[in-house]
């Protein structure tokens, strides 16, 4: 950083931690053993995908990518925000196969130009008594946090649920400070 960007109160933004998304396996077994939270084998990263060529190309990309490895097939959906979600379903024990099928999907939007646009990824799990979970990754923090929305109510969260689980898998994640970052991803494809 220069002595101007110091003078003028900038920051150089901070690069994101791609491989923290590799800790999220050893938070599952966490998650399970604790508190009864499974993965369902779906997740999903969200970005703001331009129109146009480039855009299918590195869709075109990352599915031959994954299936060169024999990873499963990549659906885009696009959320009432205008935000692209790539889904990925693989077998819910599987959560180290999804993890690296997530991290292989934002390497390749950051490396093909996308990284500003990249929001977040997901990974969902479900409890045995239906409680929904998303572990959210924030691209641009290189943190995660919990997303627990209440069963059976329409855009209210269990907050309580949240820190409980913030607490639990705190040893296994780098999980985000600023309570203020943990948005709500309501209706999220890949949340299921």
């Not at 045995?128 to 919990?146: A, E, R």
């Not at 209440?150 to 820190?163: K, P, T, V």
């Not at 409980?164 to 600023?178: C, F, K």
Request: charged content about 20%; proline content about 5%; glycine content about 10%.
């Amino acid at each position: 950083m220069g002595f101007f960007d110091n003078v003028l109160g900038r920051k150089k933004a901070v690069q994101p931690d791609l491989d923290q998304i590799f800790g999220l396996p050893s938070a599952a077994i966490t998650l399970e053993a604790a508190l009864d939270f499974r993965p369902t084998g779906v997740g999903s990263v969200a970005f703001r995908a331009p129109e146009g060529r480039a855009f299918a190309e590195v869709q075109a990309e990352i599915q031959s990518l994954l299936d060169a490895g024999g990873g499963p097939r990549v659906e885009s959906e696009r959320d009432g925000f205008g935000y692209t979600w790539l889904v990925v379903r693989r077998d819910p024990s599987d959560i180290a196969g999804l993890v690296t099928d997530l991290h292989a999907i934002n390497a390749t939007l950051k490396d093909t130009g996308f990284g500003p646009t990249l929001l977040c990824s997901l990974v969902s799990f479900r409890s045995s008594s239906g409680q929904i979970l998303g572990m959210v990754y924030l691209f641009k923090q290189g943190t995660w946090y919990p997303f627990a929305p209440r069963s059976g109510s329409s855009e209210q969260r269990d907050n309580i649920l949240e820190i409980q689980i913030r607490d639990t898998v705190g040893s296994d994640l780098a999980v985000e400070d600023s309570l203020a970052r943990w948005f709500a991803v309501w209706g999220a494809p890949g949340l299921e």
